[in-house]
């Protein structure tokens, strides 16, 4: 099948948007696409400012990590953004006392079993004690999550991403073109 590269109209010498030019187009529009949602991934991780990196309590700043299912390496990244404030050290004993207290929440059976359903990913933080059950609870979370997302994706009235008003009809001609 045959595509004409460049294409002028009948009327005018002005060349028109062709195959290539449009792939050309929607590849750059992916790229950027893709490139300002990992960004704005990065932008919502936690920073310190300066201020708390002098009087956060570093015991509840644990337990909350701790709560998050957040490991030890987590860490790093506090003393990275204390390093430049004069007097303000991270302390790693109260924080790792506090995250192991947030563990103790984190890894329940209930958690496993919330953390699969509402959909998000399970960190790998748990002792290993115990580990196969809360593996378990997670698996069935994650398994009524999944099935909930394809029973919601069939019931939609255009389960096929036809149609809506965003959505593009069956009939749709991108630029008046027939193709």
Same mark, same amino acid.
């Given at each position: 099948m045959p595509y004409?590269?460049?294409?002028?109209?009948a009327s005018?010498?002005?060349?028109l948007l062709?195959?290539?030019t =449009?792939?050309?187009? #929607?590849? $750059?529009f992916?790229?950027?696409? !893709?490139a300002?949602?990992?960004?704005?991934?990065c932008? +919502?991780?936690?920073?310190?400012t300066?201020?708390?990196?002098?009087t956060?309590?570093?015991q509840e700043?644990?337990y909350?990590?701790? =709560?998050?299912?957040? #490991?030890? $390496?987590?860490?790093?990244?506090? !003393?990275?953004q204390?390093a430049?404030v004069?007097?303000a +050290?991270?302390n790693?004993?109260?924080?790792?006392?506090?995250?192991?207290?947030?563990l103790?929440?984190y890894c329940?059976?209930?958690?496993?079993?919330?953390?699969?359903?509402e959909?998000?990913?399970?960190?790998?933080v748990?002792?290993?004690e115990?580990?196969?059950?809360?593996?378990?609870a997670?698996?069935q979370g994650r398994?009524?999550?999944?099935?909930?997302r394809?029973l919601?994706?069939l019931?939609?009235?255009?389960p096929?991403?036809?149609?809506?008003?965003?959505?593009?009809?069956?009939?749709y001609?991108?630029?008046g073109?027939?193709?």
């Amino acid at each position: 099948m045959p595509y004409l590269t460049k294409c002028h109209s009948a009327s005018s010498s002005a060349p028109l948007l062709s195959v290539k030019t =449009l792939g050309k187009a #929607s590849a $750059a529009f992916s790229l950027i696409t !893709a490139a300002a949602l990992t960004l704005s991934g990065c932008a +919502t991780t936690q920073s310190l400012t300066p201020q708390q990196c002098q009087t956060s309590n570093w015991q509840e700043v644990g337990y909350a990590d701790g =709560l998050r299912g957040r #490991s030890g $390496a987590h860490f790093g990244q506090y !003393a990275n953004q204390c390093a430049s404030v004069i007097g303000a +050290t991270p302390n790693r004993v109260l924080w790792e006392q506090g995250r192991q207290q947030g563990l103790k929440n984190y890894c329940t059976e209930l958690n496993a079993y919330k953390l699969g359903r509402e959909g998000y990913d399970w960190q790998p933080v748990c002792p290993l004690e115990g580990i196969e059950k809360l593996e378990e609870a997670y698996a069935q979370g994650r398994y009524y999550y999944i099935r909930q997302r394809d029973l919601d994706y069939l019931r939609s009235p255009y389960p096929f991403g036809y149609g809506g008003r965003f959505g593009y009809s069956p009939f749709y001609t991108p630029f008046g073109y027939g193709w």
